[in-house]
């Protein structure tokens, strides 16, 4: 074998001013051409492993750095970050923060013409990578004008043209669709296979880990496994336990085993079964059958449920917006949204969601159409008075946390609707109390973790005491364990009366919490109705750049839309026991 | 929402080499400071709106109209104060002042405009580029640069972080002077958080790029003076020449009028 391109050897650091050790004595080599795939819960020390592979750290972020990190002979101590990034490339998670040019093409020569490739040299590169990446048609374009995809795909082109051995991605798709975060990744797939490029990324969503050739976790620092992908990627209940999301498919065939392990283990051997082909083939190979009948009584009692909900809150009636002149941003959306309603806002980066949202707390106003709001026109209601009924939850929470303490941020809205202290003090009670941060009032926000500040948001929110909650991709940036904690609190909230929408990108998410799903596509409604029947509708899904999770698209193969394993499970028979 | 300043147009003064047009806006302001008499100054504002419509950097002042009118008021006034006229106009205000503040205004809004006129109308890296040319250092440039880029990126988060507010109940258009001004809190300590978050990722993806790894660095832009530019040029200089000479000579002061 031969010598390893990166070699992580007893690497320990700490940030300054903190106690802990956010990496632990970590060792890991990485080969040519290798692809590596890092997960593990928020604050595992992810993103800090990848910092110091370019040499970020120790000399950008300071802090105590021991052991060693070596790409291609150079140590990290020794070069700095400018000398690494011929080496090196690193791609980061915010797309905005990292593009700085004011053209596409302008954004690829910055980093060759740092040191200093000749003229022509830089055109070639320009023209070879954003070929490669599919930007070349808008070359001259502003990068502030692209979508996320394309912003990130610019991200990678930028960084390509330094022609770096390693690359490594901090989280290079969570801000983005589900189509877009496949063409980053067969970007990056692509890569390793042309170039013997060494890549490693850091992955919150399991699904795309399935490209890797490796996966590591790691928790407090600490690698916890690191082995083939199909190895790591079949273990769901360590998965689980790490807080990582587990693929639903080996989930669903490990929940099956469990009732008949032997049948199990002679169909598949060790090697659960992975992605939606391999579930197929494994399933027919079975004598198991989906019980028509108890599939029937699950819609059935679904749209029962649903046909309850008859009291509407917000309607929209051709309801149109425009930004500018050329492009509407909004054309032509008609919908109702019922009181008890708990509905999932979908479509590609920049098919309207948002502004859609806005509309419903009278944010914005249309620019044709109408929209009412329990029955008035948002627009004779405004948006302090609106805010009352409808509280919106935005995406970023430090776009709006300001206070010294968590009790004062909460106690905004009530404090500003002049209620009595007394008052605003159960009012904070309650909401915090809902969100799970009792007992946390008169702790800093800002010391917060990101799920931790996301949940302040929802409180001061909450506190206001709306009818409906608008959240603004409240799972985006968390990890699994976090995510499920703040939808599982989000449906208690819907289970007490509260109507919510919600606007996201993961499909998991909407698979297993949303009652109803909106599909947005260039400004219309592309699909509505019931979770279950707009995930039934896969290719329809695919053409506004989404797609259903791989559990979804397997149990479509087989005839049958289920949104989770556990429901699946319930309805097979022919297992013996 | 765009928040980009420069202006994505091929218009006859976006096409001019930057060096030329840095040279225009230095040159602006001699030929503006020379005069205190508005008159005075009606040909260099002529050419300053001349180049606004031709590049269609109008629309930028367009988005800058309220800050222009406070200025254009609080001017007028603060001028009228601080020189004194011997000829009475009204009340405490007289004719020379009176002018005087005219010119002064003028000055300021021209001012604005030409900057304005250079930053809508030239790339950040052909202005960077352009003033290293003229001998500035690459990294002074480059700060410069950094600078202007930041104001479009503070404003768009100044706008949702305003919508999130409101979306709270926070009401920006009411209450007395000290009420609005403590209203501001909610909004300036979030816009400094994310503005420094977005700044260390900025600083963490410069270095990954490779900034300042090398002594030299190339351009991939090529900067060319063309048969318009030193027309352009030509004719700014002696346009410039001119108004020193009448300048001078005394034209264009106010006589009777006595600055503080």
Known sequence: MSEPIVSICDLQYRYRGQKEFALNGINLDLSKGEFLVVMGPSEAGKSTLAATINGLIPHFQKGKLIGDVTVMGRKTRENTVAQMAEIVGMVFQDFEAQLFSTNVELEVAFGPENFAVEREEIGRRINENLDYVGLDAIRHRPPSTLSGGQKQKLAIASVLALKPTVLVMDEPTTDLDPISKMGVFEITHRLCKRDDLTLMIIEHETEEALYADRVALIKDGKLVKVGAVREVLSDVDLMEKMGVMPLGIPKFFKRMGIRRPKVLCSIFESNLPLTPEEGFEAFTKTDWKISESAYQKLVSEEHAALAKLNRPLIQCRNLEHSYSKEVKALDGVSLDIFEGDMVAIVGQNGSGKTTLAKHFNGLLMPTGGEILVNDLPTREQGVFKLGQRVGYVFQNPDHQIFSETVFDEVAFSPRLRKLSEDEVKQRVKEALKAVGLAGYEEQDPFALTKSGRQRVAVASVLAAQPEVLILDEPTTGLDYAEQRSMMDMVCRLNEQGSTIIFITHHMWVVAEYARRVLVLKDGKILLSGATRDVFSHGDELRDSSLRPPHFVEFSNRLGHTFLTPEEMSNCIEGVQD | ?260
Do not use: C
């Open chain 2, 1 to 260: 929402m765009n928040a980009e300043i420069y202006l994505d147009n091929n218009s006859f003064i976006h096409r001019l080499d930057p060096r030329t047009k840095i040279t225009i806006f230095l040159l602006t302001f001699i030929a503006i400071l020379l005069f205190e008499d508005p008159l005075w100054m009606m040909p260099v504002t002529f050419f300053i709106l001349l180049q606004l419509v031709i590049s269609g950097s109008i629309h930028n002042l367009r988005r800058i109209r309220y800050i222009l009118i406070v200025l254009t008021i609080s001017s007028l006034v603060l001028w009228n104060l601080f020189s004194k006229g011997i000829t009475p106009l009204f009340w405490i205000f007289k004719v020379e002042s009176f002018y005087f503040s005219i010119a002064r205004t003028l000055l300021m809004t021209l001012m604005i405009s030409a900057g304005m006129i250079l930053i809508s109308t030239t790339r950040n890296e052909e202005l960077v580029l352009g003033m290293i040319r003229m001998g500035m250092p690459y990294r002074v440039g480059f700060a410069i640069s950094t600078a202007l880029r930041l104001v479009p990126t503070i404003a768009s988060s100044t706008q949702t972080i305003s919508q999130a507010q409101r979306s709270r109940g926070l009401d920006l258009d009411s209450g007395s002077l000290v009420e609005r001004v403590r209203k501001f809190l909610p909004l300036l300590v979030p816009v400094f958080i994310s503005t420094i978050r977005n700044t260390n990722i900025f600083g963490m993806a410069l270095e990954s790029k490779g900034f300042g790894a090398r002594e030299k660095r190339t351009f991939y832009l090529k900067l060319e003076m063309k048969k318009a530019d030193y027309l352009v040029l030509a004719f700014a200089i002696l346009f410039v020449a001119a108004s020193i000479t009448f300048s001078i000579m005394g034209y264009g002061q106010i006589a009777g009028l006595t600055r503080f």
